[in-house]
């Protein structure tokens, strides 16, 4: 069985400095191309389902389509949710057979966030499954978070949310956004490599489309371990469409998946080979 928890795929990434790549996914066609990049390049992937997903793929049915694929692939999957932010949406990821789950309250106080990540890890631990968090705020989520401004994590204080909260990894916030960014990222290489000597678990970057090459390169050989891509793959899946305009749907469903599995096998190597 090669389904695993983030903690085993993080640790192994850390001690090859090398990261995993976590992408999120609502239907068969972004699965599809996902899962035959990874076993392509033989690397192992993180598949990531975030909660307002529910309206597109109710967990009750979709879980067991992604625990199916999980179960088949010859290279290690992890069953992740991305940025959950009610208890309620971590309860029901965790009865559908995730391995790993992401509470995000980094809109909320210091004292706040450790408080809600503390009963995730609470929560999580009798399924054996990990638990991400952030600390900062990475921004781009205004459907998730009123407040929405970004702010970049302190290495003292992620050090202490870490201790107290014993999660498995954390999201921080250097410089990268959500979304499509409206201009060339300002990536904080000294913070990042401040946290990496200050936090003791694995970093991971969020909002990777739109980061050039050169600089997810250097991230990772800064100590990020996973790196979260969505928007590329919606890119790729909507540009595809435009050039199968007038086409049968299966022809372009076929396509949508080619097109998914090209932009994540470029992102599996560059996180492999960095
Ligand atoms: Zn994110």
Request: net charge negative; charged share 25%.
């Amino acid at each position: 069985m090669s389904l695993v928890t983030l903690k085993e795929v993080l640790e192994n990434a850390r001690s090859k400095k090398c990261a995993v790549g976590n992408f999120d996914v609502f239907n068969l066609e972004m699965l599809r191309g996902v899962m035959e990049a990874a076993e392509e390049s033989r690397s192992p992937v993180i598949l990531a389902y975030a909660e307002p997903f529910e309206a597109f793929a109710d967990i009750r049915h979709y879980a067991k389509l992604l625990l199916s694929y999980a179960e088949q692939a010859s290279v290690p999957v992890v069953l992740h949710s991305d940025h959950s932010v009610s208890l309620e949406e971590i309860q029901r990821v965790l009865d559908n057979g995730f391995t790993s789950v992401m509470i995000d309250a980094s809109d909320k106080s210091f004292e706040e966030n450790v408080e809600i990540t503390r009963k995730v890890v609470e929560m999580a631990r009798p399924y054996g499954a990990s638990v991400e968090s952030e600390i900062g705020h990475v921004s781009g989520l205004n459907t998730l978070f009123e407040n929405d401004c970004n702010v970049f994590t302190d290495p003292q204080s992620a050090k202490k949310f870490a201790e107290e909260t014993e999660i498995d990894a954390l999201a921080v916030s250097i410089g990268n956004v959500h979304g499509v960014y409206q201009k060339a990222p300002d990536i904080q290489f000294g913070l990042l490599e401040e946290l990496n000597t200050t936090v003791p678990i694995p970093l991971v970057l969020h909002g990777a489309s739109g980061i050039c090459d050169e600089d997810m390169v250097q991230m990772v050989k800064g100590g990020i371990a996973k790196v979260n891509y969505y928007t590329d793959l919606c890119l790729a899946a909507s540009e595809c469409m435009k050039q199968q305009e007038g086409k049968h749907y299966l022809d372009t469903s076929q396509k949508i998946v080619e097109a998914i599995k090209k932009v994540v096998l470029e992102k599996m190597l560059l996180l492999k080979e960095s």
